[in-house]
């Protein structure tokens, strides 16, 4: 059953009461409060019944029957809002859904980091270069990364230019996937560069034309079109983290008596704002939307169980995702724990991976990288403790790119740190490139490939 806030309880605005980690500070408040009230009045970017599908979409992946790949950019950048960059994630998200069908065989649920994952967390709020300190970069939804004090302050309008990119963005993969773009009998629309010399491209054309000769085959005996097969739906992603910005896209159906964010599908809380007592917990609780937790070492049962008491106090199917972030090194240890306690609370939740921030780390010379092996070494280690635990892993988060980025090391090219200048694009966190996708989707999906 679930549990609907009152008007006395809850209310959009009700986190500002507490202490908000992780928000910029601005010098002009009535600025933001202007940029708030525009934002509020502009159509919604997202729609409840899209929000309530995903939902059910979860709910099947909570009990076996479906699995979850969210992947896209660490942040998102305005200047790549563009026709060109939106296609590459598309198409990645669609190339490694088909491999993951055919490996898993059950339907997989898209969810990019797309259409709003434009504020990041900073572990500090300033940050200095050659005696210089300048508040720190918080993504374009917040201030602008040139290291200057004026592109450092915090500008309110940034909020209305990451509602716009946003909507744009989500408008584009809409109009892709109902003009056909997303259909499985043409995974043709979908090919990206390494396709064509990739060690892995024969055993990719390979999952094509047995798919492929799978939905004919079908079709031919029925006499009719598998509906299912014509699109793939795509949600959108972010991690709710500029309250103000949720705050406004934020509206109570009457009919259905609920309150839904409308700037995304599915928001999650991470690990730095998930306190207890915090306003991104306090807010998160009055929405109707599936929502995500991080999940990483420091997180202990009783806090958990506390999450989610206050998240889901109904226990209801679909509403909460745990995204767990230990490292390839921890997660045997500390996963199992947060799975008895989970039990312990009767909720259904879904278990999604997340292999990339626990192995984030720095070379010789301070840039940012994450191994292919140890990503690979704790996705295989969570479906291992997952599965001798008794619980279903349902999903995997992934930071990657349709691009021919050098940001992470290893996979099937053998990158190393000398190969990261390259093409490292990334102003956040390092992403796996396509082909490393690529690789860890046929991972997953218990293809195996020769590096010879």
């Known amino acids: 059953m679930t549990r ?35 934002l509020s009045r502009l159509p919604p970017i997202v729609t409840s019944w899209e929000v309530d599908a995903l939902k059910a979409h979860f709910a099947r992946a909570q009990r076996g029957e479906a699995f979850v790949l969210q992947g896209g950019d660490c942040a998102e950048s305005f200047y790549d809002c563009t026709s060109e960059s939106i296609v590459a994630k598309l198409k990645i998200l669609l190339q490694m859904s088909l491999v993951m069908l055919y490996g898993l065989k059950k339907p997989v649920i898209r969810v990019g980091r797309m259409a709003g994952q434009y504020a990041k967390p900073r572990s500090a709020d300033l940050e ?12 374009d939804l917040v201030n602008r990364n040139p290291f200057t004090a004026d592109d450092r302050v915090p500008d309110p309008q940034l909020i209305l230019r990451g509602y716009e990119r946003a909507a744009l963005t989500l408008n584009f993969v809409r109009s892709l996937v109902d003009g056909g773009f997303a259909d499985l009998h043409h995974p043709e629309y979908w090919d990206l560069e390494w396709v064509g010399h990739s060690k892995m491209a024969d055993q990719y054309r390979e999952v094509v034309r047995s798919i492929s000769n799978s939905l004919d085959f079908l079709e031919s005996i029925t006499g009719r079109a598998l509906h299912d097969t014509q699109r793939a739906d795509v949600y959108a992603s972010h991690e709710g983290l500029h309250l103000s910005y949720e705050q406004a896209q934020t509206r109570f159906l009457g009919r259905r008596k609920l309150w839904y964010n409308l700037t995304t599908h599915f928001p999650w809380i991470g690990m730095r704002t998930a306190t207890l007592d915090g306003a991104h917990v306090e807010y998160f609780r009055g929405i109707a939307n599936p929502i995500g937790i991080k999940v990483g070492a420091s997180m202990t049962p009783d806090w958990l169980q506390d999450l989610i008491r206050v998240l889901n106090p109904g226990n209801e199917p679909g509403r909460l995702s745990l995204i767990h972030r230990f490292g390839a090194s921890q997660i045997e240890d500390r996963l199992p724990a947060l799975i008895r306690a989970v039990r312990e609370t009767g909720s259904p939740v879904l278990w999604v991976c997340d292999p990339m921030h626990g192995n984030t780390e720095s070379t010789a010379d301070g840039t940012k990288t994450r ?15 997952h599965q001798s635990m008794g619980s279903y892993l349902g999903g995997v988060h992934l930071e990657l790119t349709g691009e021919n980025v050098t940001e992470c090391t290893g996979g099937a090219r053998g990158l190393t740190d000398a190969d990261l ?32």
């Open 4 to 38: 609907t806030p009152s008007a006395a309880d809850w209310h959009p605005a009700s986190w500002q009461r507490l202490v908000a980690a992780q928000q910029p500070t601005y010098p002009d408040r009535e600025a933001l409060d202007r940029a708030v009230a525009d």
């Open 128 to 139: 200095s270069r050659d005696g210089l300190t300048l508040p720190s970069f918080r993504g």
């Open 371 to 385: 191994r292919f092996d140890k990503i690979v070494a704790e996705l295989e280690a969570a479906f291992r403790v």
């Open 421 to 452: 200048v390259r093409a490292y694009k990334s102003s956040v966190d390092p992403r796996l490139n396509y082909e490393q996708a690529m690789e860890v989707a046929m991972r997953i999906a218990g293809i195996r490939h020769n590096r010879t």
